[in-house]
C-alpha cells in the first residue's frame, strides 16, 4: 500500500516491527481501506529467534539473515527458549493498541512460524533454494533436531497463547518452506512438533488456523496434526483439498496471489470459480493462497474484497 511505502521510508523493518504504535498503523490500514473480514497483526515469523539468541537481520533486497546459525550440537547451549513478555513484548504492545482501536469492529489474527520453517531459517542462515543443511541436520543429528525444535514448540506455544492475551481472537501457524518435505520424512521428522503445539491450543480453547505452501501431498497429516482451520495454496483444488482433510475442519483459501496482477476479469472470474466450488459450504475463508505480492494494485484488492461479498451473497439467496 502507497502508505505503508511511505512509512517504509522512514523506517527500517525491524524499527517498524518494534515500534508498536508504527505495528499497529500498518496493521490496521487494510482494514480502514478495504472491505476486509479481519486485521493480521504486522509482523514477522522470524522474529522469535532474536528472543532464542539468533542474530537476526532484515537486510533490503536479501531478506532476512541470521548471522549466528545453528550448525551442531555445541550451538544448542546458545539457543533458549524465548519468553513473550520479555522478549517479543513489542508485538504484544501492538496487538493490545489494534485490539483496542478494533473494538470488536472484525477480528484480529495473531500468528507465527512453525517449527520447521523457523528451523530452515536458523540452519541456513537465511533463505536456500534447496534447504541442504536442513536436511542434512534433520537426518544426521536426531539428537540435536528434537532438542532444537522441542524449544521452537516452546517458544511457539508461549507467544500465540500471549497474543491471544492481548486481543488476537484467532492465531495462525506459517510453515512456508514445509512443502519441499515428503510425506514419510514429515511424519517422521516435523509431525510430532505440529501436533503438540495445537493440542496445546486447543486445551487452551485458541482458535487456530494451519497454513503451508506447496502442501498438496501433506494436507491430510496437516489436519491430523491439528488446527481448526487448514490453509490451501493454489496448487490445489478447494474441493480436493477438503476431501484430504475431512469435512471436520474449515478450509482458507486459494487464489493465485498473481491473478491479482491481471485484469479486473481474470481475478473475479477465479474467484468467482472458487466461490461456487464452495458452493455455500460453512468454514471456508476465502484468501490468497499465499502472501500478497507488492506489485498488486491497491484497487485490486478492494474490488476483489467486495466482490467476494457480492458473490457470496448471491449464491446464498
Known amino acids: 500500500m502507497s502508505q505503508y511505502r511511505k512509512i517504509r521510508q522512514k523506517y527500517s523493518l525491524m524499527e517498524m516491527f518494534k515500534t508498536p504504535e508504527i505495528a499497529a498503523e500498518i496493521t490496521l490500514q487494510p482494514v480502514e481501506a478495504f472491505s476486509v473480514d479481519a486485521a493480521i497483526i504486522f509482523a514477522d515469523i522470524l522474529l522469535p529467534l532474536e528472543g532464542m539468541g539468533f542474530k537476526l537481520e532484515f537486510i533490503d533486497y536479501e531478506g532476512p539473515v541470521i548471522g549466528n546459525?545453528?550448525?551442531?550440537?555445541?550451538?544448542?547451549?546458545?539457543?533458549?527458549?524465548?519468553?513473550?513478555?520479555?522478549?517479543?513484548?513489542?508485538?504484544?504492545?501492538?496487538?493490545?493498541?489494534?485490539?483496542?482501536?478494533?473494538?470488536?469492529?472484525?477480528?484480529?489474527?495473531?500468528?507465527?512460524?512453525?517449527?520447521?520453517?523457523?528451523?530452515?531459517?536458523?540452519?541456513?542462515?537465511?533463505?536456500?533454494?534447496?534447504?541442504?543443511?536442513?536436511?542434512?541436520?534433520?537426518?544426521?543429528?536426531?539428537?540435536?533436531?528434537?532438542?532444537?525444535?522441542?524449544?521452537?514448540?516452546?517458544?511457539?506455544?508461549?507467544?500465540?497463547?500471549?497474543?491471544v492475551r492481548a486481543g488476537a481472537r484467532v492465531v495462525q501457524i506459517f510453515d512456508s518452506w514445509i512443502g519441499i518435505l515428503s510425506p514419510s520424512d514429515y511424519r517422521q521428522y516435523v509431525f510430532q512438533y505440529h501436533q503438540k503445539i495445537f493440542c496445546a491450543l486447543k486445551a487452551s480453547e485458541i482458535i487456530s488456523i494451519h497454513f503451508g505452501t506447496g502442501t498438496a501431498g501433506l494436507l491430510s497429516q496437516l489436519a491430523q496434526a491439528g488446527g481448526d482451520v487448514i490453509g490451501v495454496d493454489w496448487r490445489i483444488s478447494l474441493a480436493e483439498a477438503w476431501n484430504r482433510v475431512g469435512s471436520n475442519f474449515g478450509i482458507q483459501g486459494n487464489l493465485d496471489p498473481v491473478a491479482l496482477t491481471a485484469p479486473r476479469s481474470i481475478y473475479e472470474s477465479k474467484a468467482a470459480e472458487i466461490l461456487e466450488e464452495v458452493a455455500g459450504r460453512p468454514g471456508h475463508i476465502f484468501n490468497l493462497g499465499h502472501g500478497i505480492l507488492p506489485s498488486t494494485p491497491e484497487d485490486s484488492v478492494g474490488a476483489l474484497a467486495d466482490f467476494v461479498h457480492e458473490y457470496s451473497a448471491k449464491l446464498r439467496r
Open 69 to 163: 546459525p545453528i550448525r551442531n550440537l555445541s550451538d544448542l547451549h546458545r539457543v533458549r527458549v524465548a519468553d513473550p513478555e520479555e522478549h517479543l513484548g513489542y508485538v504484544l504492545k501492538a496487538l493490545e493498541l489494534v485490539s483496542s482501536e478494533l473494538n470488536g469492529k472484525v477480528p484480529l489474527i495473531g500468528f507465527a512460524g512453525a517449527p520447521f520453517t523457523l528451523a530452515c531459517y536458523a540452519i541456513e542462515g537465511g533463505s536456500s533454494p534447496d534447504h541442504l543443511l536442513t536436511k542434512q541436520l534433520m537426518y544426521r543429528e536426531p539428537v540435536l533436531w528434537e532438542r532444537l525444535m522441542d524449544k521452537f514448540c516452546q517458544t511457539i506455544t508461549a507467544f500465540l497463547t500471549a497474543q
